[in-house]
T-cell receptor, first 116, second 112 residues
């Protein structure tokens, strides 16, 4: 149980393109979803926290107009990197928790984004 | 801002040796979670500690939460090659927001 699916797994695109990443909880309802960015051999940096039906809470330094997050249902959250540039290249990974409160985070497999 | 540091950053051990990673937060935590990330994989939840001074065991893994709820440790007894990966602690803040700050991670390599 507690499977999170993230798509696509890899994206290579030109500078200026907008890229949408989907995060789905397959067998549970995700009250909260988190979006992280991970640089090679480094830790996970929290970008934003998303709750179903409400606006995402962004961490300091993360541009909300650059990284659009939508959590329209209890099983789907999306991250759109708008007008991506080479410095946006990174590994983006989502996680979901099933209930409000102290619950384990279930992670997707991540999306490797490469902007040329 | 809040920081969660882990030491060591890297550890190479011979199979059968013990391993410990330490997690230190700049602020008091509500609770702490531990995750393991295999190379090329995603983090997988190991355990959660909530109470001050709490100790939990999972087979060869022992997790401890400090009395002040600002530090934690993970100890692996008699490492195996399957223990290879990066171990992250993730601390929940005591503020009203529900979020976890991941530690810097400790990458473990086990030599057969």
């Amino acid at each position: 149980g507690a499977v999170v699916s993230q798509h696509p797994s890899r994206v290579i695109c030109k500078s200026g393109t907008s890229v949408k990443i989907e995060c789905r909880s397959l067998d549970f309802q995700a009250t909260t979803m988190f979006w992280y960015r991970q640089f090679p051999k480094q830790s996970l940096m929290l970008m934003a926290t998303s709750n179903e039906g409400s606006k995402a809470t962004y961490e300091q330094g993360v541009e909300k107009d650059k990284f659009l997050i939508n959590h329209a249902s209890l099983t789907l959250s999306t991250l759109t990197v708008t007008s991506a540039h080479p410095e946006d290249s990174s590994f983006y990974i989502c996680s979901a928790t099933g209930q409000v409160g102290d619950q384990p985070q279930h992670f997707g497999d991540g999306t490797r984004l490469s902007i040329l | 801002g809040q920081q969660v540091m882990q030491i060591p950053q890297y550890q190479h051990v011979q199979e059968g040796e013990d391993f410990t990673t330490y997690c230190n937060s700049s602020t008091t935590l509500s609770n702490i979670q531990w995750y393991k990330q295999r190379p090329g994989g995603h983090p997988v939840f190991l355990i959660q500690l909530v109470k001050s001074g709490e100790v939990k065991k999972q087979k060869r893994l022992t997790f401890q939460f400090g009395e002040a709820k600002k530090n934690s440790s993970l100890h692996i007894t008699a490492t195996q090659t399957t223990d290879v990966g990066t171990y992250f602690c993730a601390g929940r803040t005591t503020s009203g927001t529900y979020k976890y700050i991941f530690g810097t991670g400790t990458r473990l390599k086990v030599l057969a």
